[in-house]
């Protein structure tokens, strides 16, 4: 009997075309990500550019791995601090961007290297993301519209909006637990 070596990055060489497709988004998509930041008016930083395409060889490599969150983290912390302020269709892009990249990623961390995700498994996923890219450009365009007003500044409106926005979360949630749920 023969052993194989284990190593951090799992067994690449039994990857599924299907994964490396999947894992093939998160380099990808940092990339877009990336251009998109720059298209915006945003200053190239090539070291941080770097590290976040380090950050999404890893994601690529391990999909399982606490990887995924730091690179969604770190594009969103790159944006906020190269990026000038203001709502651009180039936000959006970098928003669906960072979409592909979460779903790509959580689809490949459904199984082991192998694994080949079955049709409706795939139709639910692009379901999902479909309805989310829906919702982001939505939100995108509420965004935009309010930032073309011009509101007065004060702390009521944000009250409001915050109330608003937890009244609807609330009511999302108490519809979507199944009857009998135990979850709170």
Not at 6 to 25: E, H, K, M, N, Y
Not at 90 to 101: H, I, K, P, Y
Not at 160 to 167: H, I, N, Y
Request: glycine share 10%; with cysteine.
């Amino acid at each position: 009997m023969t052993r194989q070596a284990v190593t951090p990055f799992g067994d690449l060489a039994r990857l599924s075309a299907q994964q490396w497709a999947l894992r093939a988004v998160s380099p990808s998509s940092t990339l877009a990500f990336l251009a998109f930041a720059a298209a915006a008016g945003g200053r190239l930083h090539p070291v941080a550019a770097a590290t976040a395409l380090v950050i999404a060889l890893g994601v690529a490599l391990m999909p399982d791995s606490d990887a995924g969150l730091l690179v969604l983290f770190y594009l969103a912390g790159y944006w906020l601090l190269t990026v000038p302020e203001g709502v651009s269709g180039w936000l959006l892009l970098a928003g669906l961007a960072v979409l592909a990249l979460h779903a790509c990623t959580t689809m490949a961390a459904y199984g082991p290297p192998g694994v080949v995700l079955e049709r409706p498994m795939l139709r639910r996923w692009v379901t999902r993301v479909l309805a989310a890219a829906g919702v982001t450009g939505g939100v995108w365009a509420c965004v935009w519209a309010a930032a073309q007003v011009r509101l007065p500044a004060g702390g009521w409106l944000l009250g409001v909006a915050l109330m608003v926005c937890l009244a609807a979360a609330a009511l999302v949630l108490h519809g979507t637990a199944p009857k009998g749920s135990r979850d709170p």
